[in-house]
């Protein structure tokens, strides 16, 4: 979990900001939310001349005990942007009830988040976890040695199991699995059960092309039920960088499965995309 104290349990009034209307080229979509108290700021409307100005006007009304307001903006010459668009915001003051609603809200969205799983928490795993901990997914790391969770810094969930596969087949439906690891012949087991699901976003194991023909060859030997190989990526995160660091390779990975994630399930929903992080301004 987030060591930072959540801004609804630390905000006694803030102002909820939400694009309700957004015209042409924005830099953000429809129902993007954001929330302003007197010395914080949760999530982003776009950034910009746009959220200086939306900042500003929930702070004047703070100031004043205004309880709502509507901020019609043209994002061209007149504020110092060039998107050409136009958006409408509406702005409304929550006191500590309202705060506490929301937050159970949010809790409860961030439920329907894609799920990510990442087995092996060697090296690439734990810059896996770190990565992905930015990003408005759940994440599982998995591994069956519990020092190397041990060392797990970022705030995801932990499972410590001599089971993995039973891990995947527990998984929700569209989740992307990630395999890397000690041990060739777990990644070939967990690999297996992630494609035999067949409803997986992504399923990903480290390695080479030849490490990708000796499990198909594992597949014909072992009779395992797996189907169709092509849907599995082997090597993960291989867009050019021969850099084997392992936050290189995590940075190539995330980007390679939250591409496949957002393709699969459409665009993740505006409000929820400030919760992968809980990241304050």
Known sequence: ????????????????????TVRGS????????MYVSAERIEGSIGGGRLEFIAVEAARDMLEAGSRERRLEVPLGPEIGQCCGGHVAIAM?????????AEEARTAAERGTLPS????????????????????????????EREEELALCRASVRQCLTPLPEAEVRAAPVGSAFIVLTHDHA?????????????????????GSGTKRASFERWCRKSNAPVGRTEPLVCPIGAQGSGDKRPEVIAAFVTAEVIARLTAVAGPVDPQLELLGSGGLA
């Not at 409304?92 to 506490?100: E, G, I, T």
């Not at 990442?118 to 090296?123: D, E, K, M, R, V």
């Open 1 to 20: 979990m987030n060591t930072q104290i959540s801004f609804f349990m630390s905000t006694p009034v803030a102002i909820r900001l939400e694009l309700v």
């Open 26 to 33: 924005a830099p953000r979509a429809e129902g993007t939310v």
């Open 92 to 100: 409304n003051l929550l006191d500590a009830a309202d705060l506490r």
């Open 116 to 143: 990510v799983y990442i087995f092996g928490a060697g090296h690439v795993g734990r810059a896996l976890a770190s990565s992905f901990s930015l990003l408005p997914v759940q994440i599982t790391l998995v591994d």
């Open 186 to 206: 777990l990644d070939f087991i967990i690999t297996a059960e992630a494609l035999m699901r067949g409803d997986a976003a992504y399923v990903g194991m480290i």
